[in-house]
Antibody, heavy 120, light 112 residues
Framework: QVKLQQSGAELVKPGASVKLSCKTS????????MSWFKQIPGQSIEWIGM????????GYNQKFKGKATLTVDTSSSTAYMDLSSLTTEDSAVYFC?????????????WGQGASVTVSS | DIVMTQGALPNPVPSGESVSITCRSS???????????LNWYLQRPGQSPQLLIY???TRASGVSDRFSGSGSGTDFTLKISGVEAEDVGVYYC?????????FGAGTKLELK
């Protein structure tokens, strides 16, 4: 079955960067799409961007341009998101989710989430 | 950006009752392919979101037929027929028509 396993919780200092991973299994990663999301506990969900594993092509939410960078490693079926110049406003849970090309790019499988806490 | 606005539920809801959650988009989500790009998700407490409905009315694989979606190009409804304990959580509508994808604020379902 489709699985998305995210990396663990991170505690980072302001100004630092962090790289989150999302390791996939159970489907053909190399021709798939992946989105990333931000959710502050108790709040709604924000779409950060999407990446196509076939060629690394990306689309970003303007709000997160310069903050998030999406990449993939097809040899390990893993997607990554780099978050840079972190501030306390970046403290949140981040999710990866597969976009189903066959169903209008709907997010049909999600990772368990990774908590990022930015604190000095 | 497309703004998604969700309605509230009269919580707590008695088990077995049917409820409807509303969602409105600031732009029509009907695309030229005839499909309406409106999706529904459930996020149970402490879990990641789970897809329930896509293309406004198509149930995702494995989703109970107690869940049904309907609507027009801008006004949408998720109906839960006979709520059960496992339905507790926050329901989100999301537009998949254009970037950036956007979500509603969420509608919380609590059981009596």
């Amino acid at each position: 079955q489709v699985k998305l396993q995210q990396s663990g919780a991170e505690l980072v200092k302001p100004g630092a960067s962090v790289k989150l991973s999302c390791k996939t299994s159970g489907y053909t990663f190399s021709t798939s799409y992946m989105s990333w999301f931000k959710q502050i506990p108790g709040q709604s969900i924000e779409w950060i961007g999407m990446i196509y594993a076939g060629d690394g092509g990306t689309g970003y939410n303007q709000k997160f341009k310069g903050k998030a960078t999406l990449t993939v490693d097809t040899s390990s079926s893993t997607a990554y998101m780099d978050l840079s110049s972190l501030t306390t406003e970046d403290s949140a849970v981040y999710f990866c989710a597969r976009n189903s090309y066959a169903h209008g790019y709907v997010m049909d499988a999600w990772g368990q989430g990774a908590s990022v806490t930015v604190s000095s | 950006d497309i703004v998604m606005t969700q309605g509230a539920l009269p919580n707590p809801v008695p088990s077995g009752e049917s409820v409807s959650i509303t969602c409105r988009s600031s732009k029509s989500l009907l695309y030229s392919d005839g499909k309406t790009y409106l999706n529904w998700y459930l996020q149970r407490p402490g879990q990641s979101p789970q897809l329930l409905i896509y293309w406004m009315s198509t149930r995702a694989s494995g989703v109970s037929d107690r869940f049904s979606g309907s609507g027009s190009g801008t006004d949408f409804t998720l109906k839960i027929s006979g709520v059960e304990a496992e339905d507790v959580g926050v329901y989100y509508c999301q537009q998949g028509l254009e970037f950036p994808y956007t979500f509603g604020a969420g509608t919380k379902l609590e059981l009596k």
